[in-house]
């Protein structure tokens, strides 16, 4: 095994070569384990590291793919979770020093469960902001996580541990969650896949204080290992009682991928309509991919979706639920928050039901637009940020006029508030920095994202 780096490997080529006999799940755990512990120190992707257990689970896989009988179809690869996803044994603390360890702890999240019956092995909870309130992962428990192509900048967030963990082959699958961009973002500044899936694919339990805006899925190094994931995690669970029904008998994301994109039609937003300035570098790569697609025998028109900015909507719902989250504290812990998210927790306590309702409707009439412009188009793609990554330990860019980190993510948050499937895809770099295309389809319609991404996967 001294010519093969097993952290560079995907899950399917890990479960390729565990049914081959050419290395066991103990030795890629032990690698990835490795590699997680030579990171941490510099990019801080990690709440805990559980060496033990995954050693232990790691040991049972391996016995099993010996007898010939997995337990599921992730059977001994090693995945990580976010920190706001329940895993049994472990605390769950979600950035925040307001949330006791103390506790029983004896429940897994609906996809956590779900990976732990079909075999993964579970080597750590990576970091995340506060409650996951912002698009960077920095918080009050955890400090800052930096970016693995340079630790000066930010990893993106809020699934920004996981991001992190991905790119540096500490585990090619991870669990983030996605509120207003939380998986895509992340992905984006850091060089991997990630899709948020239609909103009840994956169920959610606890449900989110961001109600309906928030998603859990997969972040990975390309879409062949995201389709693998959200075919054992997309099922439904009795806990959520908004998860959607499970797909029909047979169907696969993962058999779907070799669809290709021939046919489809994509429009092609690079800027949605002169709404988003984006960094020339960025738009070039990701026009590049865009006459990638069109190579590919897909149908490219540049057409801009019907809306304008819903930020002002987004911003209710979210504060709203930040309060929310929060409204529990006493002064002490209230005065223990990350700033930032104290002061948007304010600005939700003062929000009316009216505002909320009103919020509602514009999501309403969002999705109505949306909806029908999917009649015209299969696809819509646009930059996943307008941006690279900037320096850590900020929420926006300095010099760029945002106080907000929505104010940097235009591309993202309108795609929660309709619940539409839309990824994230590695498509270069703009002066060494990653570089991500956003692929967008109506909802229920994860399958046309992921058959396109893979189809661009392919070529970077």
């Not at 391996?62 to 329940?86: F, M, N, S, Y």
């Not at 732990?116 to 409650?131: D, H, I």
């Not at 039609?265 to 590049?288: H, K, L």
């Amino acid at each position: 095994m001294t010519d093969l780096d097993l952290t560079a490997l995907t899950a399917v080529q890990l479960l390729d070569g565990y049914r081959k006999g050419e290395f066991s799940p103990v030795e890629a755990t032990r690698a990835t384990l490795e590699r997680a512990e030579r990171i941490q120190p510099e990019v801080n992707a990690f709440v805990r590291l559980l060496p033990e257990e995954a050693l232990a689970q790691a040991r049972g896989s391996a016995d099993r793919w010996r007898r010939g009988e997995p337990a599921g179809t992730l059977d001994g690869v090693p995945v990580t979770v976010k920190d706001i996803l329940l895993m049994k044994g472990h605390p769950t603390l979600k950035g925040s020093k307001s949330i006791a360890e103390e506790g029983r702890w004896d429940e897994d999240a609906p996809s956590v469960a779900r990976l732990r019956e079909a075999g993964a092995v579970f080597l750590g909870k990576t970091t995340t902001p506060e409650f996951g309130w912002k698009g960077v992962t920095d918080s009050p428990l955890t400090g800052v996580t930096r970016n693995p192509h340079d630790p000066s900048r930010t990893a993106g967030g809020s699934s920004g541990g996981s991001a992190a963990a991905v790119a540096l082959g500490a585990g090619p699958l991870s669990l983030g969650t996605d509120g207003g961009g939380s998986l895509r973002i992340p992905a984006a500044f850091c060089g991997i896949f990630a899709l948020k899936p239609t909103y009840g694919r994956v169920p959610l339990y606890p449900a989110s204080a961001f109600g309906t805006l928030a998603h859990v899925g997969p972040m990975t190094r390309d879409a062949a290992d995201a389709a693998l994931l959200l075919d054992v995690i997309g099922v439904p669970d009795a806990r959520d009682w908004s998860a959607l029904g499970p797909p029909a008998a047979g169907e696969s994301f993962t058999a779907g991928l070799g669809g290709g994109v021939r046919g489809l039609r994509v429009a092609y937003s690079p800027s949605f309509g002169g709404q988003v300035a984006v960094r020339p570098g960025v738009a070039a790569a990701v026009r590049e991919a865009v006459e990638r697609l069109a190579g590919l025998g897909a149908y490219v028109e540049e057409a801009d979706p019907d809306f304008t900015d819903p930020v002002d909507a987004f911003h209710t719902l979210w504060f709203a639920g930040a309060a929310r989250v929060t409204q529990h504290l006493g002064a002490e812990q209230r005065a223990a928050l990350d700033p930032g998210l104290r002061e948007i927790c304010a600005t939700g306590a003062r929000l009316s039901a009216l505002d909320y309702l009103a919020a509602v409707d514009v999501r309403m009439e969002l999705g109505r637009r949306m909806g029908l412009f999917h009649e015209a188009y299969d696809l819509l793609v646009t930059p996943a940020l307008p941006v690279t990554a900037f320096e850590a330990g900020v929420e926006a860019p300095a010099g760029a006029g945002h106080r907000r980190w929505t104010g940097w993510t235009p591309f993202t948050y309108p795609f929660n508030l309709t619940q539409q499937p839309a990824a994230s895809v590695p498509v270069g770099l703009d002066a060494g920095l990653p570089v991500g295309l956003q692929i967008v389809a109506a909802r229920h319609r994860d399958d046309l994202v992921l058959r396109a991404a893979h189809a661009l996967c392919g070529g970077f």
